[in-house]
């Protein structure tokens, strides 16, 4: 059907067709309903890219996020109240097309949906929160969430990747739903941990421990330091208190995950205790390794004698009484030492069975895991998080212990989604 140009409406006709001659209220009406329906588009867009935010605050909730079946029917009353009564075909057309891309998205909001009714069933049950969410919500009612996220993905007919992408986090969350009702201290515990990193990934480390010693500014540099320890110290009562609840846990795979996890956290602040106060030469000798490690896994030439070198001045520093925070950093270097020592004889390494040792992980432990930057994109995140599930997950892998690497690879990403607000 041809469309007539806007200058030509007032005229109420169409030199080219007949079909359409609307009037100046017809125009009208159209123009408010075009704007009407772009803002509540808007409005649905983003509560789509904002899932957990608050619209007026921008405080995030784990409890609270726009049940996606109050977006369908929004979008119902939208095709009712508006879109029906559009006259200029050309304009309902691309309302139309709006409309149903639109409506295609909102199937997304099942997961961090999904992801709050666990998280009020974790708190709920949780023995070590005081406060509670006074919402009546049951285990029956997130397994029909469940699956009605798989039913709709048939209703639109979703395939592919996407479709993948989409079932994998309702795997995840699936598991995450059993763990927090196999064991009803986990949500208190992941809080903590979750409150923890976020502190630590907040600080910049590398500038955190570097100041320069002023003379000049003696006085502030001891208050600085006096400040540090209070963080610091701080962060090992969190870490401790994780440590605490993981003791307490009924579920013998859950508890041991962990306190293992508790016990890295805990070591890793410890060692950052030591290392604003640890010996330059400690600092200088994991330097040197590091870059003998990049420069031997580069296919540079193994520079035996410099890490003969470096050996003795491990252990000359090994023998030395610097404390339990000093060793500590000695026990990280040891390791470092050994696994340069096997990359420069010519001993292959693989770096994805080593992702899954905790103990030299640290409060990195979910970045490590996954082998991405701290800093990665939330695409960065997904790709390395998608090809681990292609190596190990169950279904697809043979190794005798694919199931529980899964089951650590998905606590990985979840932790990042939690922290990264992804």
């Not at 929160?129 to 469940?146: A, D, H, M, T």
């Not at 859950?254 to 070591?267: G, Q, T, W």
């Not at 031997?296 to 470096?310: H, K």
């Not at 390395?384 to 212990?401: N, Q």
Request: with cysteine; glycine share 4%; aromatic share 10%.
């Amino acid at each position: 059907m041809p469309k007539f140009h806007e200058l030509n409406w007032e005229k109420g006709f169409d030199p080219e067709s007949e079909e359409y001659a609307p009037t100046k209220a017809d125009i009208a009406s159209d123009l408010i309903i075009k704007e009407e329906l772009s803002r509540s588009f808007a409005d649905i867009e983003r509560e789509l890219n904002h899932p957990t935010e608050d619209r007026v605050t921008g405080e995030k909730s784990k409890f609270h996020v726009t049940d996606p079946n109050d977006l369908f029917d929004s979008l119902a009353y939208l095709q009712v109240d508006y879109l029906d009564k559009v006259k200029d075909p050309e304009l309902l057309k691309k309302l139309k097309v709006a409309f149903t891309k639109l409506e295609k998205k909102v199937y997304k909001q099942f997961i961090p949906f999904i992801d709050t009714r666990i998280n009020l069933i974790g708190l709920n049950n949780s023995p070590f929160e005081k406060y509670k969410y006074r919402l009546g919500i049951s285990v029956k009612e997130i397994e029909g969430y469940f699956t009605q996220a798989r039913l709709i993905l048939e209703h639109f007919k979703i395939s592919g990747e996407v479709k993948i992408d989409f079932l994998n986090e309702i795997n995840r969350l699936q598991e995450k739903f059993e763990r927090y009702l196999k064991e009803p201290g986990l949500f208190s515990f992941e809080r903590v941990e979750e409150e923890l990193q976020k502190e630590l990934s907040d600080i910049a480390w590398s500038e955190y421990f570097s100041r320069p010693d002023n003379n000049l500014k003696a006085f502030d540099n001891e208050r600085a330091r006096d400040e540090d320890l209070l963080k610091l110290n701080s962060f090992l009562l969190k870490a401790q208190l994780m440590q605490e609840i993981s003791k307490g846990m009924l579920d013998k795979e859950i508890k041991e995950s962990c306190e293992a996890r508790a016990k890295s956290l805990f070591e890793y602040v410890e060692y950052l205790k030591a290392k604003s106060e640890a010996p330059r030469e400690l600092l200088g000798m994991e330097a040197e390794l590091m870059d003998l490690l990049n420069q031997t896994e580069n296919g540079g030439r193994a520079d035996f004698e410099r890490l003969e070198v470096i050996g003795v001045r491990l252990k000359e520093m090994k023998k030395k009484r610097l404390g339990a925070d000093q060793a500590a950093i000695i026990d990280r270097i040891s390791k470092l030492f050994s696994k340069t020592q096997r990359v420069a004889s010519g001993e292959v390494i693989d770096e994805d069975e080593e992702r899954f040792e905790f103990e030299t992980t640290g409060v990195d432990w979910a970045w490590s895991l996954l082998g991405v930057e701290r800093n990665a994109s939330k695409d960065e995140v997904r790709r390395a998080y998608h090809k681990l599930v292609l190596k190990y997950h169950p279904d697809r892998s043979k190794m005798k212990d694919a199931e529980n690497k899964m089951k650590r690879i998905n606590e990985a990403f979840g932790l990042i989604r939690r922290v990264k607000g992804f």
